[in-house]
Nanobody, 126 residues
Framework: QVQLVQSGGGLVQAGGSLRLSCAASGRTFNGMGWFRQAPGKEREFVAANVRSGGTIYYADSVKGRFTISRDNAKNTAYLQMSSLKPEDTAVYYC?????????????????????WGQGTQVTVSS
């Protein structure tokens, strides 16, 4: 049985840092990504880490502030978030995909992922 179990998140002041974790079990995934969804908005891409080739993608809004990484031995992905802003407030979801794709345009699409974590709230106060 495949599961993605998220941990981390919470409340932080603007300028602070948080780390999210996503532990996968049951399968090895090629792409592991993070998305977020704020109230009344669509789910948006944050970052992705591709196992084959080690390619990493970021949304422009988080470049230079967020870092995605993965520990293949633990089958776990991480999202280190720094210099957090109030507009980063959202429910964050990890996602895992089996297929390899050759472009950012694919990894930023939610439907390219096969499994999803339960979501975790990140709230950044001003």
């Amino acid at each position: 049985q495949v599961q993605l179990v998220q941990s981390g998140g919470g409340l932080v002041q603007a300028g602070g840092s948080l780390r999210l974790s996503c532990a996968a079990s049951g399968r090895t995934f090629n792409g592991m990504g993070w998305f977020r969804q704020a109230p009344g908005k669509e789910r948006e891409f944050v970052a992705a880490n591709v196992r084959s080739g080690g390619t990493i993608y970021y949304a422009d809004s988080v470049k230079g502030r967020f870092t995605i990484s993965r520990d293949n031995a633990k089958n776990t992905a991480y999202l280190q978030m720094s210099s957090l802003k109030p507009e980063d407030t959202a429910v964050y979801y990890c996602a895992a995909g089996l297929r390899w794709y050759d472009s950012y345009e694919n990894y930023r699409v939610p439907s390219r992922y096969d499994y999803w974590g339960q979501g975790t709230q990140v709230t950044v106060s001003s």
